[in-house]
């Protein structure tokens, strides 16, 4: 063999990147995506282990106390009712972050499907699947998950549902625009060829090339569904007392601003920060994912 074969028979081969490797590497060099991460991971953890490590519940009184000012005793002092703020704090950053992950969630579920066999199947179906989305969009969602609320009951699993239930639909067109874009690529013809049936064409082989949108538009949904529930708990429709979120909280704060502005400048402050990171870390995630981004 010669010098020239053995150096290239020796010669290790590079190893090539994936997509989403590149793609973690673009997002990296976001300093403010990576700031809206951390800020999301160490929010996240705080609201859940927080609560254990206090000395107060978040529904524990003193009315002998009242309404005090931050102090070594209360870091974030209390309410009206002599309530820890930092625990109501953490508590109610739980309950505004669940309903932010499970009614986004419940939008993917249905935006994604419903997208999906839109764009797949055309035709006239996809013209009725659409205009349904469409006159559903001229409907206000605020007032129609107030309707729901007061229909079925002020809960906090309805709450989950009626929020999710119209959040859906903008997903639903980013979807069904990825599909019928795909569906007329190659891999998607030879699938067909080998008799592959229609399910498992759209969610093995379609819906994981949409990835991307998805993911990017899922954490722009994530802060637009807690504007949505802080919104409605303002009006009262949303997480019932004892319990709190960040907006009961902000709504008992403004009522209270003048003469105890803690109150209101500690839940509005973590509740933009979130808001601020989701939105960091989702225009991010969309630099990042775009193929057309250049390799480094």
Same mark, same amino acid.
């Given at each position: 063999?010669?010098?020239?074969?053995t150096?290239?028979?020796?010669e290790p081969?590079?190893k090539?990147?994936?997509?989403?490797h590149?793609?973690?590497l673009?997002?990296?060099k976001?300093?403010?995506?990576?700031f @809206? !991460?951390? +800020?999301?991971? %160490?929010?996240?953890?705080t609201c #859940? &282990?927080g609560?254990w490590?206090?000395?107060?519940?978040y529904e524990?009184?003193?009315?002998?106390?009242?309404?005090?000012?931050p102090?070594?005793?209360?870091?974030?002092?209390?309410?009206t009712?002599?309530?820890?703020?930092l625990?109501?704090?953490?508590?109610?950053?739980?309950?505004?972050?669940?309903v @932010? !992950?499970? +009614?986004?969630? %419940?939008?993917?579920?249905?935006? #994604? &499907?419903?997208?999906?066999?839109?764009g797949?199947?055309?035709?006239?179906l996809?013209?009725?699947?659409?205009?349904?989305v469409?006159i559903?969009y001229?409907l206000?969602f605020?007032?129609?998950?107030?309707?729901?609320?007061?229909?079925?009951?002020r809960?906090i699993v309805?709450?989950?549902?009626?929020? @999710?239930?119209?959040?859906?639909?903008?997903?639903a067109?980013i979807?069904?625009?990825?599909?019928?874009?795909?569906?007329?690529m190659e891999?998607?013809?030879?699938?067909?060829?080998?008799?592959?049936g229609?399910r498992?064409?759209?969610?093995r082989?379609?819906?994981?090339?949409?990835?991307g949108?998805?993911i990017?538009?899922?954490?722009?949904t994530?802060?637009?569904v807690?504007?949505?529930?802080a919104?409605?708990?303002?009006?009262?429709?949303?997480?019932?007392?004892?319990?709190?979120?960040?907006g009961?909280?902000?709504?008992?704060?403004?009522?209270k601003?003048?003469?105890?502005p803690?109150?209101?400048?500690?839940?509005g402050?973590?509740?933009?920060?979130?808001?601020?990171?989701?939105?960091f870390?989702?225009d991010?995630?969309?630099?990042?994912?775009?193929?057309?981004?250049s390799?480094?």
């Amino acid at each position: 063999m010669s010098t020239a074969a053995t150096t290239i028979a020796t010669e290790p081969i590079e190893k090539g990147n994936s997509l989403w490797h590149d793609a973690w590497l673009r997002l990296q060099k976001n300093k403010l995506a990576v700031f @809206g !991460l951390w +800020a999301l991971i %160490v929010t996240t953890l705080t609201c #859940v &282990t927080g609560p254990w490590l206090m000395h107060y519940g978040y529904e524990e009184q003193n009315l002998d106390l009242g309404a005090v000012r931050p102090s070594a005793a209360h870091w974030l002092g209390t309410d009206t009712l002599g309530r820890d703020l930092l625990v109501r704090l953490l508590f109610g950053g739980r309950i505004s972050l669940a309903v @932010g !992950l499970a +009614a986004t969630l %419940v939008a993917l579920s249905i935006g #994604v &499907t419903y997208g999906a066999v839109a764009g797949f199947f055309g035709g006239k179906l996809d013209a009725v699947m659409m205009r349904a989305v469409d006159i559903m969009y001229s409907l206000p969602f605020a007032i129609f998950v107030i309707l729901l609320m007061v229909f079925f009951g002020r809960n906090i699993v309805l709450l989950f549902v009626a929020i @999710g239930a119209v959040e859906w639909l903008t997903m639903a067109r980013i979807v069904r625009s990825q599909v019928m874009a795909i569906k007329k690529m190659e891999f998607i013809e030879a699938a067909r060829s080998l008799g592959f049936g229609r399910r498992r064409i759209i969610f093995r082989h379609i819906l994981p090339n949409v990835l991307g949108p998805i993911i990017v538009y899922t954490t722009l949904t994530i802060p637009g569904v807690m504007l949505l529930e802080a919104f409605l708990s303002f009006l009262g429709l949303g997480v019932q007392p004892p319990m709190s979120s960040w907006g009961v909280l902000i709504k008992d704060g403004a009522e209270k601003m003048e003469e105890f502005p803690w109150l209101l400048i500690f839940p509005g402050a973590i509740f933009s920060l979130t808001l601020f990171s989701l939105n960091f870390l989702g225009d991010g995630l969309r630099d990042a994912l775009d193929v057309r981004s250049s390799k480094d």
